[in-house]
């Protein structure tokens, strides 16, 4: 189930179930109705808008003001969400849902960033889209990072990655939303976007400072190793063994997608 514990009523409110929550019942108000902020917070703003919701879509249920996982009020919340169109479904509010301890605003800065990039790469089915913002959930921290925070070091020298000048570890370390490492793969990308990447030592930079460069990497990255074979088989282990080169991590990506498949499909 999209979220983990009981939201509203009586419940354990942990911020990111509620963030959730709120994005649902923002899909679910009447015309005319103000947002509620998808601050993470509960109280009794969040528990009047789920009785309202339940009054008016379970009228058969007393209204608790509570969302349990699996319940029928979260279920009906489902309900709300638009169908799914390739170009149009990752919305902010939609990423948010999938991405809920992000950053609000980051998630609304890169949201059409890496709609772009996905529908330019051809990741452009709801189970596409979920296993890659599932991935970009987990190896940029919902939105959080796009530089590695190590320096990079231990990239020195490793001739697999085209390091074969002094520098090269630190210089291209990974950056973008999944990093892009070492020399050969910024001459690549470079290659592809049509900039040099390796030019010096600012160059390589862009790929994380460019918030549309580093949404387009992972997009470039996902195509290049074509993972939407492995996407297309909704088999998550392979997946993550193509981004990762192992499975590091995997639980926290199955929550993530998990979430993506809620709100895309």
């Avoid at 990039?117 to 990741?123: E, L, V, W």
Wanted: glycine share 12%; proline share 5%; with cysteine.
């Amino acid at each position: 189930m999209c979220i983990i514990n009981p939201v509203g009523n009586g419940g354990d409110n942990e911020r990111p179930d509620v963030v959730i929550v709120q994005v649902l019942l923002n899909y679910n108000r009447p015309g005319g109705t103000p947002a509620l902020d998808t601050d993470g917070r509960s109280g009794p703003i969040l528990i009047a808008a789920i009785r309202a919701f339940q009054a008016a879509r379970l009228p058969q249920f007393t209204g608790d003001g509570r969302v349990d996982p699996g319940g029928r009020t979260m279920a009906a919340l489902r309900e709300g969400l638009p169908k799914f169109e390739a170009g149009q479904s990752l919305t902010a509010e939609r990423l948010l849902g999938i991405m809920p301890v992000g950053d609000p605003n980051k998630i609304g800065r890169f949201a059409p960033m890496l709609l772009a990039g996905m529908m330019a790469r051809q990741i452009d089915t709801a189970r596409r889209q979920a296993h890659f913002l599932a991935q970009v959930g987990h190896e940029s921290l919902s939105l959080l990072f796009t530089e590695e925070i190590a320096s990079g070091a231990a990239y020195e020298g490793r001739i697999d990655l085209g390091n074969t000048q002094p520098g090269d570890g630190k210089r291209f370390k990974g950056r973008g939303l999944i990093q892009l490492t070492g020399r050969s793969n910024y001459r690549d990308y470079g290659k592809d976007i049509g900039v040099d990447l390796t030019l010096n030592d600012a160059a390589p930079k862009v790929v994380a400072t460019d918030p549309k460069l580093a949404a387009d990497v992972a997009c470039w990255f996902w195509k290049t190793n074509h993972i939407n074979i492995e996407a297309d088989a909704d088999d998550v282990v392979a997946v993550t063994r193509k981004v990762n080169g192992g499975t590091n991590g995997l639980a926290d990506r199955k929550a993530y997608l998990l979430r993506a498949r809620y709100f895309l499909t």
